[in-house]
């Protein structure tokens, strides 16, 4: 199973903030779309950064409310982990789970196609699981 599978089932919309949007912005996306982070893109094609409700919280622990004013630029992170249509499911899992992130972005040909969360990735093995257990039952049954 590759990360297409996932996009596939899920959908490829991805919500996104610019990089001068104020965090207050960003909390209301994040609220609005119920969600837990937003790729930053300031033309909706790039991967600029990604900002999560973490980096929020550390930042206004940091610094205060002030933050709610500054441009979303001033807390993402821009080193941002992507990765293309054809990774394997459980490459990408593990790839999270020890950089320990929750969110990866999906490019094809450099461009922002999809946004893919850990929580994706677990509906899908469960899901996968789900469907192997219902075949197996089947077969036994017959």
Do not use: F, W
């Not at 991967?47 to 807390?75: C, K, M, Y």
């Not at 982990?81 to 990408?92: F, H």
């Not at 929750?102 to 929580?119: E, M, N, Q, T």
């Amino acid at each position: 199973m590759r990360i297409s599978d996932v996009v596939r089932r899920k959908g490829g919309q991805v919500v996104t903030v610019r990089s001068e949007d104020t965090v207050e912005r960003l909390l209301d996306l994040l609220a609005e779309h119920r969600i837990g982070a937003l790729v930053v893109s300031d033309d909706g094609q790039s991967v600029n950064g990604i900002v999560s409700e973490r980096d929020v919280v550390r930042h206004l622990q940091r610094d205060g409310a002030a933050v709610l004013l500054a441009p979303v630029s001033t807390i993402m992170t821009a080193e941002v982990k992507t990765c293309e249509l054809d990774v394997p499911i459980e490459e990408l899992a593990r790839t999270m789970t020890d950089l320990r992130i929750r969110h990866v972005p999906v490019v094809v040909d450099g461009k922002l196609h999809a946004i893919v969360s850990i929580g994706d990735i677990v509906k899908h093995r469960i899901d996968e699981l789900q469907s192997e257990r219902d075949q197996l039952v089947g077969y036994i049954q017959q």
